[in-house]
């Protein structure tokens, strides 16, 4: 959490644009609930990456 609170300092320093927002991308009732709040936040979504990892024993 630290390392993303810098970032978004680092970010609003420089008057760009993010959203944070906590989800699991296994559960569908979080990724549409992150999908709506990305278009209530930025109006649009013109691509998403799913970037999300998983960490596990192997």
Not at 1 to 24: E, G, H, N, P, Y
Not at 34 to 47: M, P, Q, R, Y
Request: aromatic residues 4%.
């Amino acid at each position: 959490m630290k390392t993303s609170l810098l970032l978004s300092q680092r970010i609003l320093i420089k008057k760009d644009k993010m959203l944070c927002v906590k989800a699991d991308m296994t559960k569908q009732e979080d990724v549409d609930a992150l999908a709506e709040c990305t278009k209530t936040a930025f109006g649009s979504v013109d691509i998403y990456v799913n970037n999300a990892g998983q960490m596990g024993m192997s």
